[in-house]
């Protein structure tokens, strides 16, 4: 059984830089790609971000702004957030991909991290 344990978030001014950190019990994720995902208020759930053997990737939406990194000794993937928008209001959430370019989740959720910009 995988367990999510993301944190981090809370109210954040725009254009502020908050680190968001996921980590993992029951389940090493070396041997995985990881993602970050997002649900903002009223909307599905989406694919913000991946790491992996081929790099990394970056929804349009948050390219250039995020930076998507991973320590797999402390079994972790973080997000990096600079210059945050009002649209950037959402609960993240971190899974396993199940392939690259598919940006699929692998695996359930965890409880998320909110995530709320503000003026």
């Known amino acids: 059984q995988v367990q999510w344990v993301e944190s981090g978030g809370g109210l954040v001014q725009a254009g502020g830089s908050p680190r968001l950190p996921c980590t993992t019990s029951?389940?090493?994720?070396?041997?995985?790609?990881m993602g970050w995902f997002r649900q903002a208020p009223g909307k599905e759930r989406a694919f913000v971000a991946a790491?992996?053997?081929?790099?990394?990737y970056y929804a349009d939406s948050v390219k250039g702004r995020f930076t998507i990194s991973r320590d797999n000794a402390k079994n972790t993937v973080y997000l990096q957030m600079n210059s945050l928008k009002f649209d950037d209001t959402a609960v993240y959430y971190c899974?396993?991909?199940?392939?690259?370019?598919?940006?699929?989740?692998?695996?359930?959720w965890g409880q998320g991290t909110q995530v709320t910009v503000s003026s």
């Open positions: 029951g389940r090493t994720f070396d041997k995985y790609h």
């Open positions: 790491v992996g053997w081929p790099g990394e």
């Open positions: 899974n396993a991909i199940d392939a690259w370019n598919s940006w699929n989740p692998l695996w359930s």
